[in-house]
């Protein structure tokens, strides 16, 4: 089974950018969609981004579009989320999540295996 663990975050201004790193251990990683969360204080959980296991298709939330990049590689056992021009209102803590066991990517019921989480300040 397959445990993550992220890293990268940090606190920057408005505009700046960071990527973050989900490192995989255990067997399979490259047999499971992987996907970014993240979750603001006093907010729910919510999908960022997901990248499939086969043919690394990529999806992101309305809100990040055009601004983050998921990419893994597998030859590391890694996942990453590029962030550019970011804004206050992405500000959270942003977890790695591995094990697609449901059909809605974004949902956070539909993943097994998740991390400690890395925290992500931006201000203005």
């Known amino acids: 089974q397959v445990q993550v663990k992220e890293s990268g975050g940090g606190s920057v201004q408005a505009g700046g950018s960071l990527r973050l790193s989900c490192t995989a251990s255990?067997?399979?990683?490259?047999?499971?969609?992987m996907a970014w969360f993240r979750q603001a204080p006093g907010k729910e959980r919510e999908g960022v981004s997901c990248?499939?296991?086969?043919?690394?298709?990529?999806y992101y939330t309305d809100s990040v579009k055009g601004r983050f990049t998921i990419s893994r590689d597998n030859s590391k056992n890694t996942l990453y989320l590029q962030m550019t021009n970011l804004k206050p209102e992405d500000t959270a803590m942003y977890y790695c999540?591995?094990?697609?066991?449901?059909?809605?990517?974004?949902?956070?019921?539909?993943?097994?295996?998740w991390g400690q989480g890395t925290h992500v300040t931006v201000s203005s």
């Open positions: 999540a591995a094990h697609l066991i449901g059909s809605r990517w974004h949902s956070s019921v539909s993943w097994s295996r």
């Open positions: 255990g067997e399979g990683f490259g047999r499971y969609a």
């Open positions: 990248i499939t296991w086969s043919t690394g298709n990529t």
